[in-house]
């Protein structure tokens, strides 16, 4: 059975503040690794893709690591806009997403 | 502006009806799927399809069925409502080459009596 696992949170933290998510995911035959985010009460939207030797957009950085199964998620300078669920998805080969559960982000003024 | 339309937002239906959700996209997306999405649990695959007339389950089918007569509609039946049935249902799609990226419709929020 895949596995996708989130600490839920909620994170709470400041305006400005720099936060971090981890994701770990239980099949070693995942190929490809993606952040969604999903604002309250909407759709998810795909945030970012997660390469292999890290990546970055804007203020968020998404790095993986194969050997400890695991992708993690860094927030820069956060906004109030950022307050959102944060899903991780993996995706082996011939497959489809499998989805973690979310972890929500608070950002308060 | 991309589109994915689930035909009602909110859904009201009593044990045992038939239900027939719709999902329409403006994408010419080979790739449509169906999740539902419930507190605590994630969004879970329902059922899929990567072209018309093709159709394959997901995690969780029992209970649906789907259908993809065109291209651009995918359709979810309940074929007798439970009220284990309630949740927010989400339509997405997604092109052939980029699977990876799902555009997801705004939901329809369905509750069996």
């Known amino acids: 059975r895949k596995e996708v696992e989130q600490d839920p949170g909620p994170f709470n933290v400041p305006e400005g503040a720099t936060v971090a998510f981890n994701c770990t995911y239980s099949n070693s035959a995942s190929q490809s690794f993606f952040w969604y985010r999903q604002d309250c009460r909407k759709e998810p939207k795909l945030l970012m893709s997660?390469?292999?030797s890290g990546n970055e957009d804007g203020r968020f950085t998404a790095q993986l690591n194969r050997a400890s199964q695991y992708i993690s998620l860094l927030i820069r300078d956060s906004k109030l806009s950022d307050s959102a669920t944060y899903l991780c998805?993996?995706?082996?080969?011939?497959?489809?997403?499998?989805f973690g559960k979310g972890t929500m982000l608070l950002v308060s003024p | 502006d991309v589109k994915v339309t689930q035909s009602s937002r909110y859904l009201v239906k009593r044990t045992g009806e038939k239900v027939f959700l719709e999902c329409v996209q403006d994408?010419?997306?080979?790739?449509m799927f169906w999740y539902r999405q419930d507190p605590g649990l994630g969004l879970r695959l329902i059922y899929f399809?990567?072209?018309?007339?093709?159709?394959e389950k997901g995690d969780i089918p029992e209970g649906y069925s789907v259908s993809r007569e065109k291209k651009e509609r995918f359709s979810l039946i309940l074929e007798s409502a439970s009220t284990n049935q309630t949740s927010m249902y989400l339509c997405?799609?997604?092109?052939?080459?980029?699977?990876?990226?799902?555009?997801f419709g705004s939901g329809t929020q369905l509750s069996v009596l």
């Open positions: 994408m010419d997306h080979e790739n």
């Open positions: 997405a799609s997604s092109s052939r080459q980029s699977n990876e990226k799902l555009f």
């Open positions: 399809s990567y072209d018309v007339k093709m159709k």
């Open positions: 998805v993996v995706k082996e080969r011939y497959s489809t997403l499998t």
């Open positions: 997660v390469y292999s």
